[in-house]
């Protein structure tokens, strides 16, 4: 049976009935349950006493919060930021399962859901309902923060759940512990096929207690004052002079290079524009409304509005009074303008340990102006980038991004997939440690400086400089590196769906981009797109399993994109070390292929036959996928060889 939630608001008189009945049954059959599973299946009652035994997490608790590590933006019950967490709704039998709460298809398991509870509860029991079979948890924990903690504790480690087939449940009985919150932490799920085998799916979580009044008063931390002299960003002046203009609510700064708009009463960056020739076309911005400024997104709580603050000059520095960005955490951000670039100086401290999710200063990006993207290694973690990185702004420039001081990372906020056109990325205070976005400040003081350093990143200079038609080359030379650090893949933009039938164009570029410091490069991140969708990671007219499934499908070109697109990234940047956890994949990629050939020597790809975002369709034999695959036979042949495998070589040779 498989089950989905609806609002008790909105539930028939005769299902509420029905509902009314079930759980009641259900109720008296969980006291019955013991530890290591069974059929039980507890909905929270009606009228409730403080004192009754009830689901403690019900939607229907005052003040009950619920938090989960990622969630889908394609399928579930949460495909938008708003929707209402479905892990703690009633069910209803035989509705659709595409309402349970399934994490991100791009992120990894381990996946977790925290709940919060309005008080300390006396908790001994939490009842599972997975949302099919094939998606259960199989290993997970289950684990709560103790006041003022920082640090997990985990009280129960279930390795091997059988859930009921009939019902979807699994119960954990134990001894009863006191707490105000409580997550549960999946590390394996039933499902063998990536990436099925990458996502948490659950349709509901219930947690089975009472009130707790043990005479103990939940521990309170004294706000002490965070004293403004200990949050300077100790950003001193040079003696460079920019260009500065009193705006009334704003300041202007600006150089041929870069502009900057400060808001007075705020320490926020309302325009953000750069042009990497130097020419002072500095007319778009590149932030939304809202600009760049202090944020605390704490776990459970929303975040505070941005208060007032004081701005001061001294030479080329620009200075801004502390905020409070949370209950006892404050926040100084400092600007120092340089010629071709400036200096944002972060100094953050609280006078307890807060978990927030996200980072302490928030870039709100206007990719409806302009997909602005970052260029740096890939990280094996989503979401993140590690500095230095470029940030590259399509049709006006490129800055290069160096960091002084304490841990940082760059945190996107993962969105919709496609369209959109904002999202929001985070400096966050340390280096990236999970695909979750959650960190943590605390007493010691957090101090950063990033460097934004324009730059004019150019291909082929000794070409281009003779020819006048190229002068501007620097405004595009890194236009077609699109990379989305919430999928770890090139998309088609930054905030557009990603594409095996397009990662080739972003291969052969790749060959001419220019060089890049630190290391960095763009072919890099198509090694890493690449390594993705061979791990199984969905994209546009791609299937969300293994190219070495049988039943593997894709638009016409794709495989053959992909095998040419591995081949570019082993001949420049990978080598035989790259080369060896590809063979697999690739080799499946030439057997899909090599099925489609007919009597005459030509490929005829079966299935939809489209080929190109859905603009042609065809049956047959077409030339252009004939073209693609005899490149990738080539390409495969060439890899064989490196790899020593000379008779798989000759084969496709």
Request: some cysteine; aromatic content about 12%.
């Amino acid at each position: 049976m498989m089950f989905t939630r609806t609002s008790a608001m909105t539930t028939g008189a005769s299902q509420w009935r029905h509902f009314r009945q079930r759980t009641m049954a259900a109720t008296l059959l969980a006291f019955l349950t013991m530890a290591g599973g069974g059929r039980a299946q507890v909905t929270n009652l009606t009228n409730a006493g403080a004192s009754d035994y009830r689901n403690v997490a019900f939607w229907s608790e005052p003040g009950v919060q619920i938090e989960v590590s990622s969630h889908s933006f394609r399928n579930g019950g949460m495909i938008r930021d708003e929707s209402v967490c479905p892990l703690n709704r009633p069910l209803v039998p035989a509705a659709p399962a595409s309402h349970c709460w399934i994490s991100s298809e791009y992120e990894h398991l381990p996946q977790w859901v925290w709940i919060h509870f309005p008080g300390p509860r006396q908790i001994d029991q939490v009842v599972l309902h997975a949302a099919s079979m094939e998606t259960r948890p199989v290993e997970f924990l289950g684990q709560y923060l103790p006041e003022g903690g920082d640090k997990f504790h985990s009280f129960f480690h279930v390795q091997d759940a059988r859930f009921d087939p009939q019902t979807l449940t699994y119960a954990i009985r134990f001894k009863p512990l006191v707490t105000d919150n409580f997550r549960l932490f999946i590390k394996r799920s039933a499902a063998s096929i990536t990436p099925q085998s990458w996502v948490a799916e659950l349709a509901q979580v219930e947690v089975y207690g009472v009130n707790a009044t043990n005479g103990a008063e939940p521990a309170t931390i004294a706000a002490s004052k965070i004293a403004a002299s200990d949050l300077n960003s100790g950003l001193h002046p040079t003696k460079f002079v920019p260009k500065v203009r009193d705006m009334g609510d704003t300041l202007d700064i600006s150089t041929p290079w870069y502009r900057l708009v400060l808001q007075k009463s705020q320490p926020r960056i309302v325009e953000l524009s750069w042009d990497s020739l130097g020419q002072g076309e500095l007319g778009v911005n590149l932030l939304q409304e809202s600009g760049a400024y202090p944020v605390l997104d704490p776990v459970f709580q929303n975040p505070m509005l941005l208060g007032t603050s004081t701005l001061t000059r001294t030479g080329n520095v620009f200075h801004y009074s502390p905020v409070e960005v949370a209950t006892g955490a404050c926040e100084q951000v400092s600007i120092r303008a340089n010629e071709r670039g400036f200096d944002l100086g972060l100094v953050a401290s609280a006078n307890h340990t807060i978990l927030m999710r996200g980072g302490l200063f928030r870039f709100h990006f206007a990719a409806n102006q302009t997909p602005t993207t970052f260029v740096g290694h890939p990280s094996e973690i989503m979401n993140y980038v590690a500095t230095p990185a470029y940030l590259a702004a399509p049709d006006f420039g490129t800055a290069y991004i160096t960091r002084q001081g304490d841990p940082a990372a760059f945190y996107r906020k993962p969105s919709a997939l496609f369209p959109a056109t904002t999202y929001w990325v985070d400096v966050a205070p340390h280096q990236p440690s999970a695909e979750d976005g959650v960190n943590e400040i605390g007493p010691k003081p957090w101090h950063v400086t990033l460097n934004f350093a324009v730059q004019q990143p150019e291909p082929l200079p000794d070409l281009i400089k003779g020819d006048a038609r190229l002068h501007r080359f620097p405004k595009y030379s890194l236009n077609m590196v699109q990379w989305r650090p919430d999928t770890g893949i090139n998309g088609n933009s930054v905030m557009s769906v990603n594409c095996g039938l397009a990662i080739l164009f972003y291969a052969q570029q790749s060959v001419f981009v220019p060089q890049l410091k630190d290391g960095i490069s763009p072919m890099a991140l198509v090694g890493a797109s690449v390594d993705r969708y061979f791990q199984g990671a969905p994209g546009y007219q791609m299937p969300n399993r293994n190219v070495c499934a049988p039943d593997w499908w894709s638009s016409r070109e794709t495989a053959a994109y992909l095998v040419i697109s591995a081949w570019y990234v082993v001949r420049t940047v990978g080598g035989v070390e790259q080369l060896r956890p590809w063979l697999e994949p690739l080799e499946c990629l030439a057997s899909h292929i090599e099925a489609d050939f007919g009597p005459d020597g030509l490929i005829y790809h079966h299935g939809r036959g489209n080929m190109w975002f859905d603009t042609y369709n065809y049956q047959g034999a077409d030339a252009y996928s004939n073209a693609a695959d005899y490149r990738a036979f080539r390409c495969l042949a060439d890899l064989e060889t490196l790899a020593g495998r000379l008779d798989l070589a000759r084969r496709y040779q």
